[in-house]
């Protein structure tokens, strides 16, 4: 039986030197299928992330905790692997350089740590590549049919929604089967999916590649990829005319104001952020008014205590109690 979880990791050891990538396609599959991340640090050993732990990985393709056992990594890892990640032409992901990470075929996010070059514009580049953390992109198609029935309003439109998670517990996976579900329009009573604008701007919602989005992300979903969001909801206003919305981590003073000019515009909108309370989230003064103001009327708490990604309860502003538990 295929293991689609094992074959998406083995489709990115592609990226990967073949020094490397020969011990990383031998470790078990069983750890295959969980792995996040796989961490390539020059002077230190090869790491990978699989099911909330970290392993050094032998010669022989053995995960171990012992460091000793792990294979060292020399510069030369990292330049051949970042050739293969670059297609051998640099230049060509200069951009996206400058943000700190590419994005390669299948969706999947590569970090990148080295010196930052400067210059009149901000960040030019990123040279003497010193690590890259390599993020696994797994999509989860249909972790948020069960609660879709929560953020319609009436059938023809939405609640403003804000998925309140700490890091790593699978919010921009929920974040984009939401939108493909309210792209599609299957779970909607009258059938109809929603015109949505995704301002994608670190790449890790669509994870487009060459122009098309890796993930699945409706069939009624314009992308503005590697946009901040500032920059990408105004854009969005003036020519997309969405219905929805949507953004990852929003955070800053440009990133409320945005938001209140969609909302002004009849716009919905749905979006995440980092943290793990309300009150956690109103200590910071570019969220305050917008929670203040009641912008959101639906949270969505996000936790690990079953898993990544678990929904721990869903509250509805009008409410004193969650409307949706885990």
Excluded: W
Excluded at 16 to 24: A, E, M, T, V
Excluded at 32 to 45: A, H, L, M, Q
Excluded at 195 to 218: M, T
């Amino acid at each position: 039986m295929e293991n689609k979880g094992a074959n998406i990791y083995d489709t990115v050891l592609e990226n990967i030197c073949i020094d490397l990538n020969r011990p990383l396609l031998n470790i078990p599959t069983s750890y295959k299928e969980k792995v996040e991340e796989i961490r390539i640090r020059n002077g230190s050993f090869l790491t990978i992330y699989s099911g909330g732990k970290d392993y050094f990985v032998t010669k022989e393709g053995k995960l171990s905790t012992k460091l000793e056992e792990g294979i060292k990594i020399e510069k030369s890892h990292i330049n051949k692997t970042f050739q293969l990640i670059s297609n051998y032409s640099v230049y060509a992901f200069e951009e996206e350089i400058k943000n700190g990470f590419i994005t390669i075929k299948g969706g999947h996010r590569v970090g990148i740590g080295g010196k930052v070059i400067y210059g009149n514009n901000g960040i030019e580049t990123i040279r003497n590549i010193s690590s890259l953390n390599i993020r696994i992109a797994r999509e989860k198609i249909g972790v948020s049919n069960h609660i879709i029935k929560y953020l319609i309003d009436t059938p023809f439109t939405i609640h403003n929604t804000l998925i309140i998670s700490p890091p790593q517990c699978g919010k921009t996976t929920l974040l984009r089967d939401i939108v493909r579900n309210l792209s599609d329009g299957i779970y909607l009573d009258n059938g109809k999916g929603f015109k949505i604008g995704v301002v994608d701007e670190r790449s890790e919602i669509a994870g487009v590649y060459n122009g098309i989005p890796q993930n699945d992300i409706g069939i009624r979903t314009d992308v503005l990829d590697g946009c901040l969001k500032s920059d990408g909801i105004m854009m969005l206003i003036r020519s997309m005319s969405p219905e929805i919305i949507v953004v990852d981590e929003i955070g800053g003073k440009r990133d409320a104001e945005a938001i209140q000019e969609a909302l002004k515009a009849g716009i919905k909108l749905i979006a995440t952020v980092h943290g793990s309370t309300l009150d956690e989230i109103m200590s910071r003064s570019s969220m305050k008014e917008l929670l203040n103001e009641k912008i959101f009327k639906r949270y969505i708490f996000l936790d690990r205590s079953k898993g990544v990604g678990t929904i721990k309860e869903i509250i509805d502003v009008g409410k004193s109690t969650p409307i949706y538990l885990s």
